[in-house]
């Protein structure tokens, strides 16, 4: 065992010397040999009945670019590197649409209003968003996890599940495959990926998260349970601000507490969703890499740069979101049952209103119909309106998912 696990940290080290300064914690040999010999073991045991023998154990990896929009501009404009960037427009109603890691530093986040952004780095550097540069990045380094695995899952543009099980490339372990795609990430694009490694979905997105940026982290199945009972349940995926500010007031505040409650109480208490917490307090996740995922929404919202006061203006705005969902639904021949309209006021209080219909829109008529009333609901208009927004969802006709984008609202923050 210990000339094996001699080959393996070899082949680390010359994958460290292609990454530069990364981090991949202390599990890795662990995890080579939870990935070169727990499945032969597993293949050497005589067949059972189906319902003695253990679900397989995948090797998932999650790969998240660093700081993607920002790096991505750092990198075609060098004056701006080691400078504080902000991806979006600096005008009074601008928004942050991405931060590079020195405005980070200052506290600039995503989706943070521009002033704010000013306010806590005055030196911030803001540059118009490139879309069509993004995008093209992005199928690069599909490209390169496509070399892998078909069984890739984007999650937008700068995010991507792996299913490595098949191991298609000989390699060592997921460890090793996860190092030598964020290589090439490196040597082909130029820009850096963090990347997660472990049996679940879950774990490998918690696992990206842990070493960034430019780094990796490893859990295998002996950790999984122990590494998110020391966690926070506000980093979980599936657990939003106010679920966790829910789950703090009962005295949930990390992993550890969350596993305390029985299903039945998750369940009373936060009704389906209890089933999740439940399971993911304990490591467990079966959901499968879905290259084939489907698209179970369309929505376009805007933010305008000075707020409409009148039912004409709002309604324009209305049908002009209306009729970007239907582009999209007229090209991928998506079709939904539930509109939905959003209103955010001056004051930043955002309101929605929902109507589901017993068919599928079928026209672009009967969008803006709906849309339209729903938003008339809102009158009258108790202040002005920053944004608006119209989203098709409960399809009868899903789509497939194309690479997903950012939100539309990002391309009218410039």
């Given at each position: 065992?210990?000339?094996s ?24 040999e ?51 590197r ?14 942050v ?63 991507a ?67 998110v ?6 980093r ?60 179970k ?38 079709r ?29 008529a ?6 339209l009333a ?41």
């Amino acid at each position: 065992m210990a000339a094996s696990t001699g080959r393996v940290l070899f082949l680390f080290s010359v994958f460290a010397g292609l990454l530069g300064n990364r981090r991949v914690i202390s599990t890795e040999e662990t995890e080579a040999i939870w990935v070169d010999r727990g499945q032969s073991r597993q293949r050497a045991k005589p067949l059972s009945s189906q319902q003695d023998k253990p679900p397989p154990i995948r090797k998932i990896i999650h790969v998240d670019q660093d700081a993607f929009f920002a790096s991505v501009e750092q990198r075609d404009a060098p004056e701006l590197r080691g400078k504080p960037v902000a991806v979006g427009g600096s005008s009074g109603r601008g928004v942050v649409a991405a931060a590079s890691y020195e405005a980070r530093a200052f506290g600039v986040r995503s989706a943070m209003p521009s002033v704010t952004a000013l306010r806590r780095c005055p030196d911030l550097v803001f540059v118009r968003p490139r879309f069509d540069v993004y995008r093209a990045v992005s199928q690069a380094i599909r490209t390169i996890f496509l070399d892998y695995t078909p069984l890739v899952e984007p999650l937008s543009l700068d995010e991507a599940y792996l299913d490595v099980t098949a191991n298609q490339r000989g390699l060592p372990s997921a460890t090793a495959t996860a190092e030598e795609i964020r290589a090439r990430i490196l040597a082909e694009t130029g820009l850096t990926a963090s990347a997660g490694i472990s049996y679940n979905k879950f774990l490998a997105k918690l696992a990206s998260d842990q070493n960034k940026p430019n780094g990796q982290c490893v859990i295998p199945p002996s950790r999984g349970e122990a590494f998110v009972a020391s966690l926070p349940v506000a980093r979980f995926h599936g657990v939003g601000p106010r679920t966790a500010e829910k789950m703090a007031r009962l005295g949930i505040e990390t992993g550890a507490d969350l596993k305390g409650w029985t299903l039945a109480d998750l369940t009373a208490r936060f009704g389906k969703a209890g089933g999740w917490y439940h399971a993911i307090a304990r490591g467990q996740d079966h959901r499968a890499v879905s290259p084939d995922r489907v698209r179970k929404s369309s929505g376009s919202e805007t933010t305008f740069h000075n707020d409409l006061h009148t039912p004409e203006e709002v309604e324009r705005g209305i049908c002009a979101m209306a009729a970007d969902v239907w582009e999209w639904c007229a090209r991928t021949g998506g079709r939904g049952r539930t509109v939905t309209i959003k209103a955010r006021f001056s004051d930043f209080r955002t309101v929605t209103r929902s109507r589901t219909l017993n068919l599928a829109v079928g026209d672009r008529a009967t969008l803006d119909a709906v849309a339209l009333a729903l938003v008339r609901t809102l009158y009258p208009l108790p202040m002005g309106v920053r944004l608006v927004g119209v989203t098709l969802s409960g399809f009868d006709t899903p789509a497939p998912a194309p690479v997903p984008e950012q939100l539309d609202w990002l391309a009218e923050v410039a």
